[in-house]
């Protein structure tokens, strides 16, 4: 198993730019979900899904689109990037079950920087 | 008031030292714990959940304390190798559907 996986590692964008990061997962997780990690603050939750079709906000959603066709991608766009979004995302996913103690995988991150 | 607040560190550390880092959390419904670990420019990996009756994974022990809302780790006979980003994490409850909430992490540094 390839786990979770992103794409790309390193991103330069210019202010006003659109992109999308990529996110995979082959382990057939019904939960996918999307954090920024920047100095001092932690990770911080952007979107979440609980499935194909399914997506909804978490803490830190402005200025971030996501889908949900399959359930194995979960891309993370951004329509026109500012300075304020230069960070670090993690692609994360896990089962959707009734264990708390469920554990979530991360993928490698996104290294992104907007000028 | 942030939902999880560790330790600010860092915390340099000698070679077999024992090292303990604490976390509170303001959610009381909060359902599970977890001390996940994150070394330089990676990715966040799962260290140890921490369970109510406390719990040990050689080295490393974690302890909850539900009613202070309380969560630490012990960390003895410190190696190189443990020096990393330690992120105290929370899980909600409810319909949460399983969000994870994070602590702004310690980092720890063993040296020679």
């Known amino acids: 198993n390839a786990g979770v996986t992103q794409t790309p590692k390193f991103q330069v964008l210019k202010t006003g730019q659109s992109m999308t990061l990529q996110c995979a997962q082959d382990?057939?997780?019904?939960?996918m979900s999307w954090y920024r990690q920047d100095p001092g603050m932690g990770l911080r939750l952007i979107h979440y899904?609980?499935?194909?079709?399914?997506?909804d906000q978490g803490e830190v959603p402005n200025g971030y689109n996501v889908s949900r066709s399959t359930t194995e991608d979960f891309p993370l766009r951004l329509l026109s990037a500012a300075p304020s979004q230069t960070s670090v995302y993690f692609c994360?996913?896990?089962?959707?079950?009734?264990?708390?103690?469920?554990?979530?995988?991360f993928g490698p991150g996104t290294r992104l920087t907007v000028l | 008031r942030k939902e999880v607040e560790q330790d600010p560190g860092p915390f340099n550390v000698p070679e077999g030292a024992t090292v303990a880092f604490n976390c509170t959390y303001s959610n009381s419904a909060s359902q599970s714990f977890f001390w996940y670990r994150q070394d330089c420019r990676k990715e966040p990996k799962l260290l140890m959940s921490?369970?109510?009756s406390g719990n040990e994974d050689g080295r490393f022990t974690a302890q909850l304390n539900r009613a202070s809302q309380y969560i630490s780790l012990l960390i003895r006979d410190s190696k190189l190798s443990d020096s990393a980003t330690y992120l105290c994490v929370v899980r909600g409850g409810g319909t949460s559907y399983g969000k994870l909430t994070f602590g702004q992490g310690t980092i720890l540094t063993v040296h020679p």
């Open positions: 994360a996913s896990s089962y959707l079950t009734s264990d708390p103690y469920n554990e979530q995988f």
């Open positions: 899904s609980v499935g194909a079709g399914i997506t």
């Open positions: 921490v369970y109510s």
């Open positions: 382990m057939n997780h019904e939960y």
